[in-house]
C-alpha cells in the first residue's frame, strides 16, 4: 500500500477541486505545485452554473456565490454607443440551482479552494515540481524537485493539472496538437466610470478591434480584455498607458486607476490522450481553449470532478478499474467540441480582415438586437454557456432511454418547494431514484445492492423534464445518469441490477438509507 494513493501536480483550480474531492472521500493525496504562492491576479472570471452544482455537492457553492456577481446582461457597444442588449439574469430559472452567470475572479476562487484543502487535512506543497514518472502495472514513481532536493515516491495514481506547459504531459511524451492565435492581448483590472460600466457584460467595438468589459470584484474593479493593435508595438516595458487611448475610445470609459496589467497570446490545442496507463491530464494540461465564453476553466474543474469520483471509486473498491478509461472518453469528446465551437467565435470576433469589420461593427450588434426580441432568449443562451447541457451518451458507462433521458444525461433539477432531487447528491455516492412511487421490485433492488433510494413525486416539473411517471434512475457520484428505465418492469430491474454487478459497484456504507421526497 503506497502511503500516497493520488498525487496532484498543479495547485489551480482544476487541481485543488480534484484534490479536494477526493480528500472528502477518504482518499490519502498529495498536490504540488511549483509556484510560492497563490496567484494574486484575476485570470479567469466567469463560473458557470453546472460548475456550481459540482461544488454543491461540495459544500462550496454558496460561498462562491456570496462572494460573486451574477451578470444580468450582455451590450454590445459600437465605438462608445450601445448599438444592442440582451437580458440574461436568471435564464436558467428552473434548469438549474444557480440559473446565472458568475463573476468571480481566480485569485479569490483559488484562496477559497485552498482554505477548503486545508480544512479537509491537505496542505498544497510549494516550490515543488514533477521533473519525471516511471510507470509499473500497479504504480507510478514519481521523480519530484523542491527546495527541500529531490525525492522519488510511489503513488498509486498521477494527475497532471499542470497547465499548458505540463511536465507530466511531456513527461508521458502526449503530443499537444494545436495552435496559437496570431493577436496579442492586453488583460487589466481597473476602476473605470462611463456607460459601459453598468453591471453587466460589453462587447465595445470598432473596425480595428474589440474590448470587453465586465465587472471583476464587489469593490467595483472592472476587467478589460482586448487586442494589442500592431500601432502600439509590444516591447519589454509596454504598459497600460500604451493602450488608454485606445481602451478608452472603443469602450468610451474613462479608466481612472488601474490596478494589474498583463499581455498574453491565447491557445487553441489538446493533448493526444487524457490518460496512459496511471497517469491522468486534466484542465489546461489536456486542453486549452480562446477565451469566447469563459468555458476553459469551468471545463477543467468539470475533468476533476469526473476522475475525482471515479478514482475514489476504484480506490475503496466500490467499482471496477474498468471505470477509470472512461475518464478520456468522455472528457475527450466535449474537449475537442468545446475547442471548435470557441475557435469559431473567437476568429470571427477578433479578425483584423474585413469579415472581421463588418461583423464587429455591424452584423453582430444585429444579430444581438434580433435574438434579444425573442423571449425564449435568456433561457437558449444559459444553456449554451452553461455547461448542464453536457452528457455521455457514448460512454460506456451510459445505458437505457426514459421518455427524453438517456443515459449520459445530467440529472433534470427537478425543485418542490424546499426540496430537490439535488440534495441527495451532496453524498457524491451512487444512488437510486424513482420518479413516482417506488414499488417493490426497485426497493429490493436497492436492498439487495445497498444503494440509497430516493423516491419523489411524478408532479409536473418531471413531466416537462421529459421524465415517465414510475422511471428508475442510476445515478452517478457526479450527478450525471448511467443508467435509466422508464417503469419498473422486472426485466428492466434484472438489467439494471446487472449493470451494477458487471462495474462492481458497491454503496458507501456511510450513505446507505431510503429517502422518499
Known amino acids: 500500500m503506497n502511503d500516497t494513493q493520488v498525487l496532484i501536480a498543479g495547485a489551480g483550480p482544476t487541481g485543488m477541486a480534484l484534490a479536494l474531492w477526493l480528500a472528502r472521500d477518504g482518499v490519502r493525496v498529495r498536490i504540488v505545485d511549483p509556484r510560492m504562492a497563490a496567484g494574486e491576479a484575476s485570470r479567469a472570471m466567469a463560473v458557470h452554473a453546472r460548475t456550481l452544482e459540482f461544488y454543491d455537492q461540495l459544500g462550496l457553492a454558496q460561498a462562491v456565490v456570496a462572494a460573486g456577481i451574477e451578470i444580468d446582461h450582455l451590450a454590445v457597444r459600437v465605438n462608445g454607443v ?81 497547465g499548458a506547459g505540463s511536465r507530466v504531459r511531456h513527461a508521458l511524451g502526449l503530443d499537444f496538437a494545436g495552435g496559437t492565435y496570431e493577436q496579442t492581448f492586453y488583460v487589466t483590472d481597473a476602476m473605470v466610470e462611463g456607460a459601459a460600466a453598468d453591471g453587466g457584460v460589453s462587447v465595445c467595438m470598432n473596425a480595428e478591434g474589440f474590448c ?102 476504484v480506490l475503496h473498491r466500490r467499482a471496477d478499474a474498468s471505470i477509470l478509461s472512461t475518464y478520456a472518453t468522455e472528457r475527450m469528446a466535449f474537449a475537442r467540441e468545446l475547442l471548435q465551437s470557441t475557435d469559431r467565435a473567437f476568429r470571427l470576433i477578433a479578425s483584423d480582415g474585413s469579415i472581421g469589420r463588418l461583423w464587429r461593427t455591424g452584423l453582430l450588434p444585429h444579430v444581438i438586437r434580433v435574438v434579444a426580441a425573442f423571449s425564449g432568449t435568456p433561457r437558449l443562451a444559459f444553456r449554451v454557456v452553461s455547461q448542464v447541457r453536457i452528457a455521455y451518451r457514448d460512454s ?122
Open 82 to 162: 450601445q448599438r444592442a442588449r440582451l437580458a440574461i439574469g436568471h435564464g436558467g430559472e428552473g434548469i438549474s440551482p444557480f440559473p446565472f452567470v458568475l463573476a468571480y475572479p481566480q485569485d479569490d476562487h483559488e484562496r477559497l479552494l485552498e482554505k477548503a484543502l486545508l480544512a479537509a487535512g491537505v496542505a498544497i506543497e510549494r516550490g515543488t515540481q514533477v521533473l519525471g514518472l516511471d510507470q509499473t502495472p500497479t504504480s507510478v514513481n514519481v521523480r519530484l524537485d523542491s527546495a527541500g532536493g529531490a525525492e522519488r515516491v510511489d503513488v498509486d495514481y498521477l494527475c497532471g493539472c499542470d
Open 212 to 313: 470587453l468589459v465586465l465587472p471583476v470584484r464587489r469593490t467595483g474593479a472592472y476587467r478589460l480584455i482586448g487586442v494589442v493593435q500592431d500601432s502600439q508595438g509590444r516591447g519589454e516595458h509596454f504598459t497600460f498607458e500604451d493602450v488608454r487611448d485606445e481602451v478608452e475610445r472603443t469602450t468610451g470609459l474613462k479608466v481612472n486607476e488601474v490596478n494589474w496589467f498583463s499581455t498574453y497570446r491565447s491557445h487553441h490545442r489538446i493533448a493526444s490522450s487524457f490518460a496512459s496507463g496511471r497517469v491522468y491530464l486534466a484542465g489546461d494540461a489536456a486542453h486549452i481553449h480562446s477565451p469566447a465564453g469563459g468555458q476553459g476553466m469551468n471545463t477543467g474543474i468539470g475533468d476533476a470532478i469526473n476522475l475525482a469520483w471515479k478514482l475514489a471509486s
Open 396 to 517: 460506456a458507462l451510459s445505458a437505457g432511454r426514459a421518455g427524453t433521458l438517456r443515459g449520459g444525461d445530467r440529472l433534470p433539477w427537478l425543485p418542490a418547494g424546499d426540496v430537490d432531487n439535488f440534495t441527495s447528491l451532496t453524498t457524491r455516492d451512487w444512488q437510486l431514484h424513482v420518479y413516482g412511487e417506488p414499488g417493490p421490485g426497485v426497493r429490493r433492488l436497492a436492498y439487495n445492492t445497498g444503494l440509497p433510494l430516493h423516491g419523489y413525486v411524478h408532479a409536473a416539473k418531471a413531466q416537462a423534464a421529459g421524465i415517465p411517471a414510475g422511471t428508475v434512475c442510476l445515478v452517478r457520484p457526479d450527478g450525471y445518469i448511467a443508467m435509466v428505465r422508464g417503469d419498473q418492469e422486472e426485466q428492466g430491474l434484472v438489467e439494471m441490477a446487472n449493470y451494477i454487478a458487471r462495474f462492481a459497484i458497491v454503496a458507501n456504507p456511510e450513505s446507505m438509507r431510503i429517502g422518499e421526497s
